[in-house]
């Protein structure tokens, strides 16, 4: 390290370099950080992690050096800005890489202890891509196909659209079948459908076909890893709970349109597939967070490299044909629909597959699962919710009130003045059936080829 340079000299130095790096995890729960821990101190770094609950899997893991019991963001969002202060203060702390919701809490809080550490887009671009809507209209906007969009804010302007067409009702903020609703043609709409001005919904054509998930690493529009699995298996239709790296042309030109279009953005960004039997391919959501994408990378350094070096070169993908499960949740795999021919492709799956928890060079967090379960449970019986509910509830971010009134005005202030994060939608917006926003079609800027 050169001489004479000052504390803050030295972690900007240290962050501009794939050296050895104090790594700060926003969370310590999920089966994706415990993973993404292992494989950050296989590189090299040295981990750390803070996390509402007291106890969880990273806490037992000899991958991470120190976890911090904090507030929970969704509860108290100060509380929690402080707990990542104390860390990133007490562990000379070089880089926050974010996890879950709490990536919104922290890009906001406008804390320079936290903004220049966290790999995460400015606030104003996470806000975009986080935002179904205006994630739709982006995508249009940069010549990529999206599923016709409509934006309603009450339950009249559903009752106006065509509802003999199938469609995909969804909160503008949302994460996987959070509040989602899937109307079937001439079905009745549900009375408990909590669209209003304060919760707008979009609804969606429904695009039937293969589901895909992608994972990337971007920096200066260019992706630094890359990886794409198939949803073959899952808990409810949409939680996945098996992985597998599989090789398509498409979405990766697909993601490299993305990237190129953020080109003062280091993040990592991770989008939902449906593809058409006809090969139309469209993005139906996006995570600009860490998602299972990084299990593909199991057991390896390459994405940790590519995650700490911001001169990684060239990307690291995902080896074709690497796989990986989550275990307990293949063995509690939604069984709908099931012939033998399915059954006997799960169990070779779930027989063939690394656990993404188990290894025996770090046993404590399998050993524990028990106890955690029955913290899980007991959180569970205190919050009155079921547990992937729980899991998740106090790091979402849900905005509502003033501070739902402020992400608005952003959004408008931004594409008033045409900055990065403006979708130019003006071609595609239209008035119709009392529905005042509306995304129409596949673009003709965008040729997709095969898989």
């Known amino acids: ?71 929970a963001p969704h509860v108290k969002p100060q509380g929690y800005i402080d707990g990542v202060k104390k860390a990133v203060r007490e562990q000379n702390i070089d880089m926050i890489i974010p996890l879950h919701e709490e990536i919104f809490y922290l890009a906001k809080s406008g804390e320079p202890e936290i903004v220049n550490r966290l790999f995460a887009p400015d606030f104003n671009i996470l806000l975009r891509l986080h935002n179904k809507w205006e994630f739709a209209k982006w995508l249009r906007g940069i010549g990529l196909d999206a599923p016709t969009t409509w934006l309603c804010k009450s339950k009249e302007d559903i009752l106006a659209l065509d509802l003999l067409k199938e469609l995909a ?55 630094q890893a890359f990886a794409v699995y198939p ?71 390459h994405l940790a490299r590519a995650l700490a070096d911001p001169d990684h070169h060239p990307p690291s993908l995902a080896k074709i044909g690497a796989h990986r499960q989550i275990a307990p949740g293949m063995m509690m795999w939604e ?6 021919k399915r059954y006997l492709e799960h169990q070779k799956r779930l027989m063939s597959s690394r656990d993404v928890v188990f290894t025996t060079r770090d046993l404590l967090p399998v050993l524990m699962q028990p106890f955690l379960l029955t913290s899980y449970y007991k959180i569970c019986q205190e919050r009155k919710m079921k547990l992937p509910e729980m899991f998740q509830w106090d790091l979402t971010w849900e905005p509502q009130g003033e ?44 040729v997709e080829g095969s898989a």
Request: hydrophobic share 35%; glycine share 8%; proline share 5%.
């Open 169 to 223: 009702l969804k909160p503008v903020f949302g994460r996987a079948k959070s509040g989602v609703y899937r109307h079937k043609p001439n079905e009745s709409i549900p009375d408990d459908i909590p669209v209003s001005d304060e919760i707008h919904y979009v609804v969606q054509e429904w695009v039937a076909g293969s589901a895909y998930c992608s994972y990337m690493v971007i920096r200066r529009g260019d992706i």
């Open 403 to 446: 501070e739902l009134a402020w992400a608005r005005t952003l959004i408008a202030e931004e594409d008033a003045k045409g900055g990065t994060a403006k979708a130019e939608m003006d071609d595609t917006v239209e008035e119709v059936a009392g529905v005042k926003d509306r995304i129409d079609g596949p673009p003709s800027t965008y």
């Open 1 to 71: 390290m050169p001489f004479g340079l000052t504390h803050h000299e030295r972690n900007a130095r240290r962050n501009e370099s794939g050296a050895p790096k104090k790594i700060l995890l926003t969370n310590g729960r999920f089966p994706v950080t415990i993973d993404l821990a292992r494989q950050l101190k296989r590189a090299g770094h040295t981990v750390y992690c803070v996390d509402p609950m007291e106890y969880h899997v990273c806490r037992f893991s000899n991958a991470v050096k120190k976890s911090y019991y904090v507030d």
């Open 231 to 301: 949803v073959t298996e899952t808990l409810d239709g949409s939680s996945c709970v098996y992985f597998e790296s599989v090789e398509h042309a498409g979405i990766r030109r697909y993601c490299e349109q993305v990237a190129k279009h953020l080109p003062e953005t280091g993040a990592q960004i991770a989008m939902d597939f449906i593809e058409t039997p006809e090969g139309r391919l469209v993005a139906i959501e996006c995570n600009p967070r860490a998602t299972s994408g990084i299990h593909l990378y199991s057991g390896t350094t």
């Open 335 to 340: 069984k709908k629909d099931v012939n033998f």
